[in-house]
Structures are given as structure tokens and as C-alpha cells.
């Protein structure tokens, strides 16, 4: 019994001794804010380095009192040098980002064990600042800039409190508050002025977190984005009006031409051809469309989340605004958009909707040739089923006319998670199964179409999309979609078999449909908190916030820039670039000398007297009897009688107090102010 | 012959110090302002530096619009820390105490105090001062003493965490000890101080260069050594000879007797003079008890003879003897007494190696600044 107390004592005096030396909790802070960036980089850092760094933390906190030594220098040397052996072993599958990130996090948790000398802290805390920084590749929402921002503030503060000796922590910590508030203006100020580059050079993409779509379609991928919530796009239109109906709310992503008996792929003959194309000088029909004034166009922007991937995602035929668009977008001759570089960040695109043109072909021949191929591998049964349709039917619609009637009327069903079909899956979906998603409707459609021989060919994209406010559509992963386009008088039309299944899919969205049928995304149990009222309010400005987000500061680039500075300053010329380079120079000066210049306002009283100031201030506003030139005995003989006795004897208290603080030679006042300050609590509280 | 580079290393060096001297002039009393103040981002802020730009270069590669802001905010915390690192080192103000004297083997120290800055009285300044000699001593000569003698200026930094006394507003002063090592004997003026502040966030090192306006008496190392005693009477003859190793021996005091004409005057007991107007003198039991003269042959290596004359001069005053010294040119009455012990140690310590026969006149207050002169001219 006495040994337990006896050791919790010791443990308590431990505590208080590694709390007393500034440096000690400076490293404790070091180790907290690295543990948070830690938890903030669990999806690119590998497990073991995850556990290396929280290892790492445990030992060096523990190591802060005298109980516990920490490891040696050898000891950490041989862990570098297996740590570099096990990251050169997985870099090679994580990827060049990935293991960077995974290399700074090893030496930031290394060295962290190691911080003895002043350089040790400097080191840790630059490369814990760069992790930050990497962090903001992954996640860029508000919440993730606000968290990062602590995790800033944490790591000044301890960085503050080892270089400040003596001074109190909170002191420190209020400096470092001070500090950031400070500093944001000027930072918001050079991010506003200082101009957007494009990217210098080109940078490693992280594997792992290519999101979205896939340029290849086994039936069972879209499925799987169907249980992620996650925001893929948002549109914003001029108004209201030009916000196109639930039912045509078609987002084109990319066409898939190939299909090998099991997945749908892009066509590597499509790509040779477009590269030969392009090659030629040959413009694609978009940019044709581009160029015709006659046709009625609605202005949209997008603001896509990071895919990684270069394709974007367009109602069509859209053509790509490129004098405003940071990143270049191709337009390609199946009517598709290609950014130059992947998506990397939220990034804002502007198109040109063209509602009433057409998706035609430039390349009828050679669409049509690829667009007729036949897999022959497996799948007899729908082939033959083709066949026999031609023979029905004269014109191609009447075909298509056929299958769709077929979808509707033999008790298809639509469902998220149909069975397996590894085997002839087209021939057992539409004779045997008769249950599935989008894209087993659009295959099977496609590669009937084909051997009934009518070119058809698989669109990926999203279909959809809820409304944020009136002029603005959010389109999330589980919106992803797959159709058919089929080749019909020379122009490509939209066919989707789903909406013969499930019509509720494309006017009132997946979930809705779902609903319908009974079934549910497999979603968290999250999903039934967001019915409740209040969640659903919450969830609403938290979509908007985040919109907000994304559209004015991440989606903030070049065009942005240079449209905000338009509508201050009229069209841009030289002179006033250089006038407003000129004047942020200015106003970050005016910044400084407002926070630094001694103002006449400052206050440079002793803390007793402000107490003893805001005492009176106080009576004043009680009795209504003005201090002015009084003395501070008179004016107190003036207005005790018109106090209560609680109030009169606190003020009293307060004037000697003060008196003697002032006047007496000096005694030890850090109490004395203390007592004041409780003084005036108590007569603030008589006074009310 | 110096080399080459390290005549230009002291050629600029003394450059720098020249400019400093028409830019921050000696005094005993700092308070620094704009002009006495240097900053430069530390190498912790040069590497912020750079990551703020590693940052910018990666949100603009990412097109990342959050990582340019951090790199942003990196970018103006250091902007204003630059300013609060110079606001905070703006309010110091130092002050220093005539440092002591001390032997050339040991450390000394000068005092500096923390005071109130005139511009701004409330407040202090914050974090650790790290104060390093930047010459140790002002004049030329000793830096060809220590280049001769292998001796370089003191690099090492001493750290001292300022007193925070803004709130608790006591006014009791904080004294900084700064240790101070001459490895020479004789009378320095003291050199520049360097004193650096990092504080709030060691991003920038915010230095100042001060000369205080101090003298020092370095002393000479105490070595025990033969010396000749010769009694006074008995004029210059050295005719009783005697190694004197053992220095507490018996001069225990004995009696007091009528003073009588020609005694001298340090036998006279000064207390019952003051008491009652009775001139009495003391007598002591030993033979030694007669004031004698200390001296050496001026045969004996200087260096050596002064430190021997040292040492007799520390031992006779703790045995309470009166003596007085002989040597050279140098003519020290005999006395005793502490007052007596520190100027024959003074006159010791500033006796120059090199004007056996050029300073006969030179008395013992007045050596100071005429040797020194001498020694700038000798040496040129």
C-alpha cells in the first residue's frame, strides 16, 4: 500500500519535473503534433511505418523523464539502416510519391528519438512542416486545412516554448495564436496577388489513390463505386434555367469500343487512331462544333475532385473553354475530354454545352468497323439472338427499339449485387440471371447491337446528380453510369436500357431506385443518422461549405486571379500589374506597422492599476458619479455611502491594495494582483 | 611572418572593429536601438526559408492551392517574426561593473547588469542571451600576443536565460557574469561582447556588438620562486641572504612600544593614534618583523622573476608583513596591507618585458597607460 502511494508520488514528482523544463515540453509537443500527422497520413504511409512513428513517440515521451533511457544512437542507426533495406523493398509498389512520403515520415520518427541538441529540434520540426505539406496532397477539405493549420500552430508553440527560457507556456502559446491570426492577412494577401503558375515540371502521382472511374468496365466495378458517397464533381450553371432535366443529366466520361468476352476496354485502335489524328493536324468534330456561333451554348464550370486521371466528365457535346481552363483539355474524336495533366487537385474546368447539336463522327468508317466487332469469345446465345434480329428487323432503331422492349417486358431486374457470371457472362445475364446493374444492361445491349450489326459501343460516366442550390449540381461516385451509344443515321444516340429497368435510377437517382427495390448501397450505419432533421441540416451546410470551399479557395487558380483582379481593376495592362505588385508590397507594410508601430493607444499601465481603472470605471457606471481629477481617497469617501456593503468593502480593499502596491516599497506583487483581480470579481458581482 | 590569409583575416577584422567603434561606441551603458542591432535569419530560419519555397514549388507543381497557402503563411510567420525578433531584443539594455582583477592563470569575470531600457521601461526582453567575446581586448598588441602565444580569443558562448519580469514587475536588476580569460599579464582595455538573441522562435539571430568601456589589471601567474629579501636599513646592500620558502613563520605580533622619531611609519599603530592621539608602534618578535624589500636579480628570466614576485607579494600580505618590492625599474615602498598587495600586483602585472632600463621613472600609478603606449611602440 505504502509502496503504490510512494510510487505514484515519485511518478507525480516525475511529471511535475519533466513539465517544469521548457525543452522537455517542447519535445512533448513535437511528439503530440508528429502523432497527429501521423493519424492525418494513414492512407499513403505503409503500416510498419506507421507503427515505427507511433513506437517512436511512445518511446521518446516515455524517455522525457529520467526513468526510462532512451535508445542510443547505435540502436537507431541500425532501425535507419533497416528502414531504408524495407522502403527500397515496398517503394517499388507504393510509388515514387508514396515512398517519399513513407521516407520523410521514417527519418522524422528516427531523428524524433534522437532530439538532444538544438539542430535535432530545428530538423525534426522543418521536416514535420514538409509532411504537412504532404498531407495537403491527399485530403483538402476545410476540415483537413483547419486540423493542419493546429498542427502548425502546435509546432510553433513548441518551438516557441524551447527558445524561450524562462517565459510562461501559456505565454508562449498565446504568442504563437497571435502570431498565425497575424500572419494570415499577409498570407491571404500574397495568395490573392501573387500569381498562379501553371506546374513547372511534371511530378510523381500517387498510386493508390486513383479514384473514379476505370478505363476498363467488368461488370461488378461500378457496383463498387456505388458504395462510396464521395463528391466526384460539382457543376455550376449561370441560372436555374440552364441547369439541364434529371432525365438528360448524362455526364460523359470516356467510350469503351472493346470488349474481349468479359471487359469492356478502351480500344487500342482508337487510341492509335486519335494519336495519328492529331498527328495530322486533323481538328476533331468538337472543335469544328467550337467554332459554329449559330448553336444555342450554356456556359458550365466544373470543379472536379482529384482523380488522378485525365479524363473529365461533360454533358455532350460539351467543348472545353481552354482560354480560361488551367490545365489544357483535348477534345477527342469520340466526343470525349482529356485534361493534359491528371487531376491531381480540385480542379475547376469550364465547358460549353452545346444542347442541341449532335454526337456525329468525323471517322464514320472506322468507327463503324470498330464499333461492329464481334467478340467471339463465348456468349453464342446473344450473338445468335443478334442475328436473328437483323432478320426481323429492317432499320437499325427498329432494333434497338427490340431490345429495349425486351429489357422491359421479360422481368428484367435491377439490382447491386447480382451472382457471379465468370463464364459466357452476356449469355447468362440476358437468358438466365435477368438481374444486374447498368453496365450488365449496357454490355449485353452493346453486344447484341454489335451482331445484330448496328456499330454500339459502351459509355462510361455519371448519370445524374443532386442539386446544392438552384445553380449548382453535385454529382457523387455512386451516380457512375454506364450506357449505349449506337450508330445510327450518322450521328451516335443515347441509348440506356437501365431506364427500361429501373426508371427511377435516372430521374430520381440511385438511392431513390434503390429504395424502390428494396435494396440498399451496403453504406455505413452512418446512412440512418443523416434522416434525422437536425443531420440532414448539418449534412446540407456542411455540402455547402465545402462547395464554397472548392469553388473559391481551391478552385481559386490563374482565371480566377486574373477575373478578380478584371473586375477591380478593368482590363489588365502592364502598368497596373506593376501598380498592383506595387500596392501589396504597400499594403503588407501596412499591415506591419499597424502591428508594430507603438500606437498612442498602447498601453503601457501596470496591470493593478488597469484592475483598480476598471474597478472605478465600473462605480462610475453604478453611482453615476464621475472620478474626473479626484483623488482616489476622496473620490472613494465620495461614493462609498452610495454602495452596498459588499461592493464598498471589495473597492476599499482594492484601493489599499493598490495603494500600497503603488506607493509601499516593494513587496512581492504577483500576488497581489492576483488578489485584486478577486477583489474585482467580488465587487463586480456587488455591484450588479 | 603572418600568412597571407591570416593577415587579411585580421585586416578585415580590424576593419570591422574600426567601423563598429564609429557605429556603436564605447560606453558603459548599452541601450540598443536600430543602430547597435544586426539580424539575420539562423540557420533554422535559412531552412524555413527553404521549405517555404520547397512548398510553393510543390503547390505549384500539384496545382495545390492549400499547400501554396501554407507555404504563404510559412512565408509572412517569418516576415513577422522578424519584426518581433528585433522588437524584443530592441528593449535591452545592459550595463557594466569595472570588472576585478585576476591572475592571467585563473578566469575573471565582468558584470553586466539588465537594465531597464530607456525607450521603453516596461518592458524586458525575453529568452537567452548567448554572449561570446568577440576580442577579448581592445588594443592591437594582444592579438599579437595571442597569435605568439597560440592563445586564441575566447570562442566559447556563454548562455544566460533572461529574468521574464514583465509581470511580476519587480524591479531587482538580473547581473549576467561573463566569464573572461587573458592569458597575458598586464592592464587591457576589454574588447567587444557579442551578445545574440533568439527568441521568440529562433527563426532569426538578432546580434549586437558592445564595448563596454572596461579596463582590466591582469595579473600575473603566482609561482613560488627564490627571492632576496633585503632589509630596509641596510640600504641596497643584499648582504643577508636568505631563501625564503616559509613564509608564516614566526611574526607574530608582540608588542606595542612609544613611537619614537625614525621608526617607520607602517609600524605605527594607526587605531590608537586615532583613539587617543598616542603615538605607539608595533613590534613584532622575528627579525623580519622589520620592513623589508623584496627583489630579484635581474639576471632571472622576467616572466619568471614576476610571477615569483607575485606569488611573495600574495603569501607576505596573508602573513600580514610589511614589504616592498625591488626589481627592475620598478621602486615599490614598503607597506602592507590589502590596497598595497593590489597595487604591487598592478605594478607587477603592467611592468614591461621589454623596458628593463627605458622606465626608471615610471611610478606605479602612472605605468599603466605609459606602458601600454610603450608597448604599441615596440612592438610596431
Not at chain 1, 511529471?15 to 493519424?39: D, E, G, N, W
Not at chain 1, 431486374?413 to 440471371?433: G, H, K, V
Request: glycine residues 4%; charged residues 15%; hydrophobic residues 45%.
Amino acid at each position: 500500500m505504502n509502496a503504490i502511494s510512494l510510487s505514484r508520488f515519485s511518478r507525480l514528482t516525475v511529471f511535475k519535473r519533466v513539465f517544469s523544463q521548457p525543452k522537455s515540453v517542447a519535445v512533448l509537443m513535437l511528439c503530440i503534433a508528429f502523432s497527429f500527422i501521423l493519424f492525418t497520413l494513414t492512407t499513403p504511409l505503409m503500416t510498419w511505418v506507421l507503427m515505427l512513428g507511433g513506437c517512436a513517440v511512445i518511446v521518446r515521451t516515455a524517455g522525457l523523464s529520467a526513468l526510462n533511457s532512451l535508445p542510443t544512437s547505435r540502436t537507431v542507426n541500425l532501425l535507419a539502416i533497416l528502414a531504408v533495406f524495407a522502403l527500397s523493398w515496398f517503394g517499388f509498389s507504393v510509388g515514387l510519391l508514396d515512398s517519399m512520403i513513407n521516407l520523410l515520415t521514417v527519418a522524422c520518427a528516427l531523428k524524433i528519438m534522437l532530439v538532444e541538441k538544438k539542430r535535432d529540434f530545428h530538423l525534426v520540426i522543418c521536416t514535420c512542416l514538409f509532411l504537412i505539406g504532404c498531407g495537403f496532397i491527399s485530403s483538402l477539405s476545410v476540415f483537413a486545412w483547419i486540423g493542419y493549420t493546429g498542427i502548425l500552430a502546435l509546432l510553433l508553440s513548441a518551438t516557441a516554448i524551447y527558445h524561450g527560457a524562462g517565459i510562461p507556456k501559456t505565454k508562449s502559446i498565446k504568442f504563437v495564436t497571435v502570431l498565425i491570426v497575424q500572419a494570415f492577412p499577409i498570407a491571404l494577401l500574397l495568395f490573392l496577388l501573387l500569381p498562379q503558375l501553371p506546374p513547372l515540371w511534371q511530378m510523381p502521382m500517387s498510386k493508390s489513390t486513383e479514384t473514379g472511374l476505370s478505363d476498363t468496365v467488368t461488370p461488378g466495378d461500378i457496383a463498387s463505386l456505388a458504395s462510396s458517397s464521395e463528391l466526384a464533381f460539382s457543376a455550376t450553371f449561370k441560372s436555374e434555367e440552364e441547369v439541364p432535366d434529371a432525365s438528360s443529366r448524362y455526364w460523359r466520361a470516356m467510350t469503351l469500343e472493346h470488349f474481349d468476352g468479359k471487359t469492356w476496354s478502351i480500344s487500342d485502335k482508337r487510341k492509335q487512331a486519335e494519336q495519328q489524328l492529331a498527328y495530322m493536324g486533323k481538328s476533331s468534330p468538337l472543335s469544328v462544333l467550337a467554332e459554329e456561333d449559330s448553336l444555342e451554348v450554356i456556359n458550365y464550370e466544373l470543379i472536379v475532385e482529384p482523380t488522378q486521371q485525365t479524363w473529365l466528365f461533360a454533358l455532350a457535346p460539351s467543348t472545353p473553354n481552354n482560354i480560361k481552363n488551367s490545365i489544357f483539355v483535348r477534345s477527342l474524336f469520340d466526343f470525349t475530354l482529356q485534361a493534359n495533366n491528371p487531376i491531381s487537385s480540385k480542379k475547376a474546368f469550364y465547358l460549353r454545352y452545346y444542347s442541341t447539336a449532335q454526337i456525329t463522327s468525323a471517322i464514320e468508317n472506322f468507327e463503324a468497323q470498330l464499333n461492329l466487332q464481334v467478340s467471339m469469345n463465348g456468349n453464342p446465345r446473344a450473338r445468335a439472338w443478334g442475328q436473328t434480329l437483323t432478320k426481323q428487323y429492317s432499320s437499325a432503331q427498329h432494333i434497338v427499339n427490340a431490345i429495349m422492349r425486351e429489357f422491359n417486358q421479360r422481368g428484367f431486374q435491377y439490382t447491386l449485387s447480382p451472382n457471379a457470371m465468370p463464364t459466357d457472362p452476356i449469355d447468362r445475364f440476358l437468358f438466365e440471371e435477368r438481374s444486374g446493374f447498368c453496365a450488365h444492361y449496357a454490355g449485353a445491349m452493346v453486344y447484341v447491337l454489335r451482331a445484330a450489326g448496328v456499330p454500339a459501343r459502351m459509355v462510361t460516366g455519371y448519370q445524374g446528380g443532386s442539386a446544392l442550390n438552384d445553380n449548382v449540381l453535385q454529382v457523387r461516385q455512386y451516380d457512375a453510369h454506364a450506357w449505349v451509344e449506337a450508330f445510327i443515321d450518322g450521328v451516335w444516340t443515347r441509348h440506356d436500357p437501365t431506364s427500361m429497368v429501373a426508371p427511377s435510377r435516372l430521374t430520381l437517382g440511385l438511392e431513390h431506385a434503390l429504395e424502390e427495390l428494396g435494396e440498399s448501397r451496403q453504406t455505413s450505419i452512418l446512412g440512418d443518422l443523416s434522416n434525422a432533421a437536425i443531420f440532414a441540416t448539418l449534412h446540407s451546410w456542411f455540402q455547402q461549405l465545402d462547395y464554397s470551399w472548392s469553388k473559391w479557395v481551391l478552385g481559386f487558380d490563374n482565371t480566377a486571379q486574373t477575373n478578380m483582379l478584371e473586375e477591380l481593376l478593368g482590363s489588365l495592362t502592364p502598368q497596373k500589374m506593376r501598380v498592383v505588385f506595387l500596392s501589396a508590397i504597400g499594403l503588407i507594410g501596412l499591415i506591419l506597422t499597424l502591428y508594430f508601430l507603438p500606437g498612442a493607444s498602447r498601453n503601457t499601465l501596470s496591470p493593478t492599476h488597469n484592475i483598480l481603472l476598471n474597478a472605478i470605471k465600473h462605480v462610475e457606471v453604478k453611482t453615476g458619479k464621475e472620478r474626473g481629477v479626484k483623488t482616489l481617497s476622496a473620490y472613494l469617501a465620495e461614493v462609498t455611502p452610495l454602495l452596498n456593503e459588499d461592493a464598498e468593502k471589495a473597492l476599499t480593499l482594492l484601493c489599499n491594495q493598490f495603494e500600497h502596491e503603488k506607493y509601499a516599497p516593494k513587496t512581492h506583487d504577483a500576488k497581489v494582483y492576483s488578489t485584486m483581480k478577486h477583489q474585482l470579481k467580488i465587487l463586480k458581482n456587488a455591484l450588479k | 611572418m603572418p600568412r597571407m590569409p591570416a593577415s587579411v583575416l585580421n585586416y578585415l577584422q580590424r576593419r570591422l572593429l574600426r567601423w563598429l567603434d564609429r557605429r556603436v561606441p564605447a560606453s558603459h551603458e548599452h541601450h540598443l536601438n536600430l543602430n547597435s542591432i544586426f539580424i539575420l535569419p539562423s540557420g533554422f530560419g535559412w531552412s524555413f526559408i527553404i521549405l517555404s519555397l520547397c512548398l510553393f514549388l510543390l503547390g505549384t507543381n500539384y496545382q495545390n492551392n492549400l499547400m501554396l497557402l501554407l507555404s504563404y503563411l510559412c512565408l509572412s510567420i517569418m516576415l513577422l517574426t522578424l519584426f518581433y525578433t528585433h522588437q524584443n531584443f530592441a528593449r535591452l539594455a545592459l550595463k557594466a561593473a569595472p570588472p576585478r582583477s585576476f591572475h592571467c592563470n585563473l578566469q575573471g569575470e565582468l558584470q553586466i547588469q539588465v537594465i531597464p531600457h530607456a525607450a521603453r521601461p516596461t518592458k524586458t526582453c525575453n529568452g537567452v542571451l548567448a554572449i561570446k567575446w568577440l576580442n577579448t581586448v581592445r588594443s592591437m598588441e594582444t592579438a599579437v600576443h595571442a597569435s605568439n602565444e597560440d592563445t586564441s580569443v575566447d570562442q566559447q558562448t556563454y548562455s544566460f536565460s533572461l529574468n521574464d519580469n514583465e509581470v511580476a514587475e519587480t524591479k531587482q536588476t538580473q547581473t549576467l557574469s561573463v566569464p573572461l580569460q587573458i592569458p597575458v599579464r598586464g592592464r587591457f582595455a576589454l574588447g567587444r561582447l557579442t551578445i545574440a538573441c533568439d527568441f521568440p522562435l529562433g527563426l532569426y539571430k538578432c546580434w549586437t556588438h558592445l564595448d563596454f568601456n572596461q579596463q582590466v589589471t591582469v595579473y600575473a601567474k603566482p609561482q613560488e620562486g627564490p627571492v632576496t629579501i633585503d632589509k630596509v636599513a641596510s640600504s641596497n646592500e643584499s648582504d643577508s641572504v636568505s631563501q625564503v620558502n616559509d613564509l608564516t613563520s614566526n611574526e607574530d605580533f608582540y608588542a606595542l612600544n612609544d613611537y619614537e622619531i625614525g621608526q617607520p611609519l607602517n609600524r605605527v599603530s594607526w587605531k590608537h593614534v586615532a583613539r587617543n592621539g598616542n603615538w605607539v608602534s608595533k613590534s613584532f618578535t622575528s627579525f623580519q618583523s622589520d620592513s623589508v624589500v623584496i627583489s630579484i636579480p635581474s639576471s632571472t628570466d622576467i616572466e619568471t622573476a614576476i610571477s615569483a614576485l607575485t606569488y611573495a607579494t600574495i603569501s607576505w600580505t596573508a602573513a600580514e608583513r610589511v614589504f616592498g618590492i625591488q626589481y627592475k625599474g620598478l621602486n615599490i615602498a614598503p607597506d602592507h596591507g590589502e590596497m598595497h598587495m593590489h597595487e604591487c600586483l598592478s605594478a607587477l602585472a603592467c611592468l614591461n618585458s621589454h623596458s628593463s632600463q627605458a622606465s626608471p621613472a615610471s611610478n606605479k600609478t602612472a605605468s599603466i597607460f605609459s606602458i601600454k603606449s610603450e608597448s604599441t611602440r615596440s612592438m610596431k
